[in-house]
Protein backbone atom coordinates (compact mmCIF):
# COMPACT_ATOMS: atom_id res chain seq x y z
CA UNK A 1 0.00 0.00 0.00
CA UNK A 2 1.06 3.74 -1.19
CA UNK A 3 0.89 5.90 1.84
CA UNK A 4 0.03 10.05 0.25
CA UNK A 5 -0.28 12.58 2.99
CA UNK A 6 -2.42 15.65 2.70
CA UNK A 7 -1.24 18.61 0.46
CA UNK A 8 -1.89 22.15 1.81
CA UNK A 9 -3.40 24.20 -1.32
CA UNK A 10 -0.86 26.88 -1.10
CA UNK A 11 1.33 24.49 -1.78
CA UNK A 12 -0.47 22.70 -4.71
CA UNK A 13 -0.23 26.64 -6.37
CA UNK A 14 3.39 25.77 -7.16
CA UNK A 15 3.35 22.18 -8.11
CA UNK A 16 4.38 21.42 -11.53
CA UNK A 17 2.65 18.36 -13.57
CA UNK A 18 4.39 15.77 -12.38
CA UNK A 19 4.14 16.76 -8.88
CA UNK A 20 0.22 16.69 -9.46
CA UNK A 21 0.53 13.68 -10.84
CA UNK A 22 2.19 12.48 -8.05
CA UNK A 23 0.06 13.97 -5.31
CA UNK A 24 -3.17 13.08 -6.95
CA UNK A 25 -3.40 10.54 -9.57
CA UNK A 26 -3.30 6.61 -9.07
CA UNK A 27 -1.94 5.30 -12.25
CA UNK A 28 -1.89 1.61 -11.83
CA UNK A 29 -4.42 0.33 -9.68
CA UNK A 30 -5.41 -3.49 -11.74
CA UNK A 31 -2.95 -5.41 -12.29
CA UNK A 32 -3.59 -9.62 -12.41
CA UNK A 33 -3.66 -11.44 -9.37
CA UNK A 34 -2.32 -8.41 -7.26
CA UNK A 35 -4.61 -6.22 -4.83
CA UNK A 36 -3.05 -2.21 -5.46
CA UNK A 37 -3.70 0.02 -2.78
CA UNK A 38 -3.17 4.34 -1.98
CA UNK A 39 -3.94 5.23 1.26
CA UNK A 40 -4.64 9.14 1.57
CA UNK A 41 -4.09 11.16 4.48
CA UNK A 42 -7.69 12.95 3.07
CA UNK A 43 -10.10 11.69 5.54
CA UNK A 44 -7.82 8.50 5.95
CA UNK A 45 -9.63 6.93 2.39
CA UNK A 46 -8.06 3.81 0.87
CA UNK A 47 -8.39 3.73 -2.64
CA UNK A 48 -7.98 0.54 -4.52
CA UNK A 49 -8.25 -2.08 -7.20
CA UNK A 50 -7.98 -5.89 -7.49
CA UNK A 51 -7.51 -8.04 -10.97
CA UNK A 52 -8.14 -12.12 -9.62
CA UNK A 53 -7.39 -13.87 -12.56
CA UNK A 54 -5.74 -17.65 -11.83
CA UNK A 55 -5.64 -16.39 -7.36
CA UNK A 56 -7.61 -15.32 -5.04
CA UNK A 57 -7.15 -12.41 -3.50
CA UNK A 58 -7.15 -11.24 -0.10
CA UNK A 59 -7.32 -8.01 1.43
CA UNK A 60 -4.80 -7.67 4.30
CA UNK A 61 -2.13 -4.90 5.32
CA UNK A 62 -1.63 -4.90 8.99
CA UNK A 63 1.76 -3.02 8.78
CA UNK A 64 -0.06 -0.14 7.28
CA UNK A 65 -2.79 0.21 9.35
CA UNK A 66 -1.69 -1.36 12.44
CA UNK A 67 -4.92 -3.58 12.94
CA UNK A 68 -5.16 -7.29 13.75
CA UNK A 69 -7.48 -7.17 10.29
CA UNK A 70 -8.32 -5.09 7.36
CA UNK A 71 -12.07 -3.61 8.93
CA UNK A 72 -10.95 -3.92 12.34
CA UNK A 73 -11.74 0.10 12.40
CA UNK A 74 -12.95 0.37 9.03
CA UNK A 75 -16.13 -0.10 6.67
CA UNK A 76 -15.59 -0.60 2.34
CA UNK A 77 -17.88 -0.41 -0.68
CA UNK A 78 -16.85 -2.32 -3.78
CA UNK A 79 -17.68 -1.66 -7.32
CA UNK A 80 -17.20 -4.27 -10.16
CA UNK A 81 -16.21 -2.88 -13.77
CA UNK A 82 -15.01 -6.58 -14.97
CA UNK A 83 -16.58 -10.33 -15.42
CA UNK A 84 -18.33 -11.78 -12.95
CA UNK A 85 -16.55 -11.61 -8.99
CA UNK A 86 -17.33 -13.39 -6.04
CA UNK A 87 -16.51 -12.01 -3.02
CA UNK A 88 -15.92 -13.94 0.13
CA UNK A 89 -17.08 -11.98 3.46
CA UNK A 90 -16.42 -14.43 6.36
CA UNK A 91 -17.23 -17.24 4.93
CA UNK A 92 -20.19 -15.77 3.31
CA UNK A 93 -19.90 -15.71 -0.78
CA UNK A 94 -21.55 -12.68 -2.78
CA UNK A 95 -21.87 -12.39 -6.14
CA UNK A 96 -21.19 -9.20 -7.93
CA UNK A 97 -22.11 -8.59 -12.26
CA UNK A 98 -20.74 -6.04 -13.80
CA UNK A 99 -21.30 -2.63 -12.00
CA UNK A 100 -22.76 -4.04 -9.39
CA UNK A 101 -21.67 -2.86 -5.50
CA UNK A 102 -21.03 -4.61 -2.39
CA UNK A 103 -21.03 -2.97 1.29
CA UNK A 104 -19.23 -4.61 3.87
CA UNK A 105 -18.88 -3.03 7.41
CA UNK A 106 -16.57 -3.00 10.16
CA UNK A 107 -15.38 -6.21 12.30
CA UNK A 108 -15.41 -8.59 9.15
CA UNK A 109 -12.32 -10.43 9.47
CA UNK A 110 -11.61 -11.64 5.57
CA UNK A 111 -12.10 -10.94 2.64
CA UNK A 112 -12.02 -12.73 0.03
CA UNK A 113 -11.84 -11.56 -4.02
CA UNK A 114 -12.47 -13.97 -7.35
CA UNK A 115 -13.34 -14.30 -10.65
CA UNK A 116 -15.99 -16.48 -11.65
CA UNK A 117 -14.01 -17.00 -14.59
CA UNK A 118 -10.52 -16.16 -15.51
CA UNK A 119 -11.09 -15.66 -19.11
CA UNK A 120 -13.41 -12.60 -17.92
CA UNK A 121 -11.87 -11.21 -14.87
CA UNK A 122 -13.19 -9.27 -12.71
CA UNK A 123 -11.86 -6.13 -11.97
CA UNK A 124 -12.79 -5.16 -8.32
CA UNK A 125 -13.02 -1.07 -7.61
CA UNK A 126 -13.13 -0.32 -3.81
CA UNK A 127 -12.99 2.81 -0.96
CA UNK A 128 -12.57 2.46 2.51
CA UNK A 129 -12.43 4.61 5.21
CA UNK A 130 -12.79 4.76 9.50
CA UNK A 131 -15.83 3.44 10.51
CA UNK A 132 -17.22 4.14 14.11
CA UNK A 133 -19.82 1.60 13.93
CA UNK A 134 -20.59 -2.19 13.12
CA UNK A 135 -23.18 -2.21 9.51
CA UNK A 136 -24.57 -5.92 8.02
CA UNK A 137 -23.00 -6.51 4.57
CA UNK A 138 -25.06 -4.84 2.14
CA UNK A 139 -25.45 -5.57 -1.92
CA UNK A 140 -27.11 -3.34 -4.63
CA UNK A 141 -27.85 -4.43 -8.39
CA UNK A 142 -26.78 -1.88 -10.69
CA UNK A 143 -30.74 -1.87 -11.53
CA UNK A 144 -31.61 -1.54 -8.47
CA UNK A 145 -29.19 1.46 -7.62
CA UNK A 146 -31.32 4.74 -7.07
CA UNK A 147 -30.44 6.75 -11.12
CA UNK A 148 -30.24 10.40 -11.53
CA UNK A 149 -30.91 11.60 -14.52
CA UNK A 150 -29.24 14.93 -15.33
CA UNK A 151 -27.51 17.49 -18.27
CA UNK A 152 -28.73 17.88 -21.77
CA UNK A 153 -27.06 17.04 -25.52
CA UNK A 154 -27.30 20.73 -26.14
CA UNK A 155 -24.56 20.80 -22.41
CA UNK A 156 -22.91 18.07 -23.91
CA UNK A 157 -23.69 16.44 -20.34
CA UNK A 158 -26.10 13.63 -20.65
CA UNK A 159 -25.16 11.73 -18.12
CA UNK A 160 -27.02 8.66 -15.63
CA UNK A 161 -25.35 9.06 -11.69
CA UNK A 162 -26.31 5.69 -9.98
CA UNK A 163 -25.80 5.93 -5.99
CA UNK A 164 -25.46 2.82 -4.24
CA UNK A 165 -24.18 3.84 -0.80
CA UNK A 166 -25.73 7.00 0.39
CA UNK A 167 -28.54 8.13 2.24
CA UNK A 168 -31.20 7.00 0.52
CA UNK A 169 -29.32 3.66 -0.24
CA UNK A 170 -26.67 1.36 1.15
CA UNK A 171 -26.30 2.64 4.94
CA UNK A 172 -22.56 3.22 5.95
CA UNK A 173 -20.99 5.09 8.55
CA UNK A 174 -19.54 8.15 6.38
CA UNK A 175 -18.67 6.10 3.01
CA UNK A 176 -20.56 7.56 -0.21
CA UNK A 177 -20.39 5.24 -3.48
CA UNK A 178 -21.59 5.44 -6.55
CA UNK A 179 -20.90 5.71 -10.69
CA UNK A 180 -22.23 8.02 -13.38
CA UNK A 181 -22.21 6.97 -17.36
CA UNK A 182 -21.92 9.25 -20.18
CA UNK A 183 -24.65 9.07 -23.04
CA UNK A 184 -22.53 9.12 -26.56
CA UNK A 185 -22.11 12.96 -27.38
CA UNK A 186 -21.09 14.11 -23.72
CA UNK A 187 -17.84 14.90 -22.38
CA UNK A 188 -18.78 16.88 -19.59
CA UNK A 189 -19.47 15.78 -15.48
CA UNK A 190 -19.68 18.23 -12.65
CA UNK A 191 -20.25 21.72 -14.95
CA UNK A 192 -20.70 23.95 -13.57
CA UNK A 193 -18.13 22.51 -10.41
CA UNK A 194 -18.70 22.76 -7.16
CA UNK A 195 -16.88 21.74 -3.44
CA UNK A 196 -17.38 20.37 -0.42
CA UNK A 197 -15.27 21.25 2.43
CA UNK A 198 -16.27 18.51 4.72
CA UNK A 199 -15.30 16.15 2.65
CA UNK A 200 -12.96 14.87 -0.12
CA UNK A 201 -13.93 12.41 -3.23
CA UNK A 202 -11.94 10.43 -5.08
CA UNK A 203 -12.96 9.71 -9.12
CA UNK A 204 -12.08 6.32 -10.84
CA UNK A 205 -12.41 7.36 -14.93
CA UNK A 206 -13.28 3.83 -17.01
CA UNK A 207 -14.75 2.71 -20.04
CA UNK A 208 -12.40 4.73 -22.00
CA UNK A 209 -10.63 3.45 -25.46
CA UNK A 210 -7.32 3.22 -25.37
CA UNK A 211 -6.49 6.14 -27.19
CA UNK A 212 -9.31 8.20 -25.52
CA UNK A 213 -8.44 10.75 -22.46
CA UNK A 214 -10.46 12.92 -19.29
CA UNK A 215 -9.27 16.34 -18.45
CA UNK A 216 -9.76 16.05 -15.10
CA UNK A 217 -9.60 19.84 -13.62
CA UNK A 218 -9.00 20.18 -9.97
CA UNK A 219 -7.39 22.97 -7.37
CA UNK A 220 -9.69 25.65 -5.96
CA UNK A 221 -12.00 27.68 -8.33
CA UNK A 222 -9.48 31.02 -8.40
CA UNK A 223 -6.52 28.53 -9.06
CA UNK A 224 -7.57 25.72 -11.11
CA UNK A 225 -4.90 22.90 -12.26
CA UNK A 226 -5.53 19.82 -14.59
CA UNK A 227 -4.55 16.53 -14.57
CA UNK A 228 -4.76 13.93 -17.65
CA UNK A 229 -6.20 10.95 -17.14
CA UNK A 230 -6.52 7.73 -18.72
CA UNK A 231 -8.78 4.60 -18.88
CA UNK A 232 -9.06 2.72 -15.25
CA UNK A 233 -6.96 5.41 -13.69
CA UNK A 234 -8.24 7.53 -10.21
CA UNK A 235 -7.61 10.72 -9.52
CA UNK A 236 -7.97 11.93 -5.09
CA UNK A 237 -9.90 15.06 -4.29
CA UNK A 238 -8.68 17.13 -1.39
CA UNK A 239 -11.65 18.54 -0.04
CA UNK A 240 -11.11 22.12 -0.99
CA UNK A 241 -10.90 21.26 -4.98
CA UNK A 242 -13.22 21.59 -7.30
CA UNK A 243 -13.30 17.95 -9.33
CA UNK A 244 -14.80 17.93 -12.83
CA UNK A 245 -13.73 16.21 -16.12
CA UNK A 246 -14.18 16.25 -19.79
CA UNK A 247 -13.45 13.96 -22.28
CA UNK A 248 -12.32 13.69 -26.07
CA UNK A 249 -15.04 10.60 -25.99
CA UNK A 250 -17.90 9.63 -23.17
CA UNK A 251 -16.64 7.76 -20.26
CA UNK A 252 -18.20 6.47 -16.91
CA UNK A 253 -16.59 7.19 -13.31
CA UNK A 254 -16.76 6.16 -9.77
CA UNK A 255 -17.07 8.44 -6.92
CA UNK A 256 -16.77 8.15 -3.67
CA UNK A 257 -16.62 10.58 -0.20
CA UNK A 258 -15.80 10.35 2.66
CA UNK A 259 -15.76 12.79 5.57
CA UNK A 260 -17.66 14.31 8.52
CA UNK A 261 -21.52 15.29 6.39
CA UNK A 262 -23.16 12.19 5.20
CA UNK A 263 -25.64 14.11 2.64
CA UNK A 264 -25.00 13.62 -1.41
CA UNK A 265 -26.16 17.21 -1.35
CA UNK A 266 -24.08 19.01 1.13
CA UNK A 267 -22.08 21.29 -2.24
CA UNK A 268 -20.98 24.90 -2.39
CA UNK A 269 -22.19 25.27 -5.79
CA UNK A 270 -19.09 27.38 -8.16
CA UNK A 271 -20.25 30.00 -10.92
CA UNK A 272 -18.60 29.00 -14.47
CA UNK A 273 -17.88 32.98 -14.36
CA UNK A 274 -15.67 32.46 -11.15
CA UNK A 275 -13.95 30.16 -12.76
CA UNK A 276 -10.20 30.89 -12.92
Not at 95 to 124: F, H, I, M, T, W
Request: proline share 4%; with cysteine; net charge negative.
Amino acid sequence: MEVRHASHPEDVKRFDTNKLRERFLIEDLFASDQVNMVYSHYDRMIIGGALPVDKTLTLDEKDTLKTEFFLERREIGFINIGGPAVIEVDGESYELSRLDALYVGRGKEQLKLSSVDSNQPAKLYFCSCPAHEKLPVQKAAIENANPLNLGSKDACNERTIYQYIHEGGLKSCQLMLGLTILKSGSIWNTMPAHIHDRRMEAYLYFDLEEQARVLHLMGEPNETRHIIVKNEQAVISPSWSIHSGSGTSNYSFIWAMAGENYTFKDMDMINIEDLK
